[in-house]
């Protein structure tokens, strides 16, 4: 019977709060993990890239090979899963191992947080199934506002493995936590990857998810790195540095809130075209500082890193509520293969961001300027693009009717 209280939503945000955390956090000690390991902070930084691509490639298809197991057991199952890549990553020797760690932990969270959202709207009554799937989402959020941050003082106070081996006791608290209270739920016949692709078909989903992968590379090629970009425009230092990723964190936070409630007021499209904007001049400004063009310091950088989180993920909510729009039979689909794209974009500007970083921070802000401006010029075309022929569609059945 669905349950009348928030519980299970609020034990599964536990879940995708370590999820979130886990995929985050290595930011704030990249340089500290690629001295250890003997390799550069660049190809460090390739195991987020790593880590997104499993986790993009591998969830629709384990949506398939495990949709006949019980929710229970598989969200635990995820969770353990995650808790001994953590341990593994966080005892690695060497590089290698390392890598093989974020695999297993890209495979845990491509099994876990799909799975947790579809369980906590089953769990739920129908009244409720919005607020429910808010809550869950919300633990991603917060991962997302306190990831990097915590990160940094974890791995400035006691080191980045026993940072990482925070993870994996969170992780494995949510394990325990889930198995000790979420009821027991069913699996169900599993839907083809077939049939999960077939949503590329339609015109409207393939004018969108190109969109989210370029905007969340655009996003993510200065964020995997962002304790030496950072350093070139001013931010060093046990405080400055982790008040300035939790100002990110808060932009976050604000922006995601705000793109849901006034992409319903205004449409998706405008607030879009706002959120690319404000993250085209935030970057283009922080490339001026890093290369030395202007003053500041500190403050502005931190009141830039607020504009840059918030103008990230402002994109969410209004790329859903896109492909929603234009595939509404199909909804849980379109939302997978938009969670695989935002994983596909986060990769992408990872190994973009990594290729610029030798040639300085101002290169990582700049390039990632020019692709928020290429997003906002897709945007632009693709929308003019489906309002001309919208309206060539129009006049041709008025034309016929006559």
Known sequence: MPSTTPKPAAVLAL??????????????????????????TATAGQSVSLFAAVYALASPLLAVA????????????????????????ALAPTYAVLLA????????????TPTAGATAAALARAESRGRALAVVIG?????????????????????????????????????????LTLPQLPGAEPVSIRSRLAALRHPGVLSVLPLTVLGMAACYVPYSYSVPVL????VSGRIAVPV????????????????????????????????????????????????????????????????????????????QHRLL???AEQAPLVVSLNSSAIYLGIGAGTVLGGLALPSGAAAVFALAAVLA??????????????????ATTKERSGATST
Do not use: E
């Open 139 to 179: 633990g991603l959020t917060v991962a997302t506002a306190l990831g990097v941050p915590l990160g940094r003082v974890a791995a400035a106070g006691l080191g980045w493995r026993a940072a990482l081996g925070a993870v994996a006791a969170l992780s494995a608290l949510g394990a325990l936590t889930v198995a």
């Open 244 to 319: 300035t990723l939790a100002l990110y964190g808060a932009g976050a936070v604000a922006g995601n809130l705000l793109a849901g409630r006034w992409t319903d007021r205004v449409g998706p499209v405008r607030v879009l075209t706002a959120g690319y904007a404000a993250m085209t001049v935030s970057f283009a400004v922080l490339a001026a500082l890093a290369a030395g063009h202007l003053g500041g310091g500190g403050i502005p950088a931190g009141a830039l890193a607020f504009l840059w989180g918030a103008s990230s993920w402002c994109q969410t909510p209004a790329q």
């Open 373 to 390: 401006c290429g997003a906002a010029g897709f945007l632009g075309v693709t929308t003019l693009g489906a309002t001309t022929l919208g």
């Open 66 to 89: 495990t949709a006949r197991l019980p929710r229970r057991a598989l969200l635990v199952g995820a969770l353990v899963l995650l808790a001994a890549a953590n341990a593994l990553s």
């Open 231 to 234: 350093a070139a425009v001013g």
């Open 325 to 327: 729009a234009a595939a």
């Open 101 to 112: 760690g974020r695999v297993l932990a890209a495979l845990g969270a491509a099994a876990f």
């Open 15 to 40: 879940g995708t709060f370590a999820v979130g955390t886990d995929a985050f956090i290595t930011a704030g000690f990249l340089p500290a993990m690629a001295g250890t390991l003997h390799t550069s």
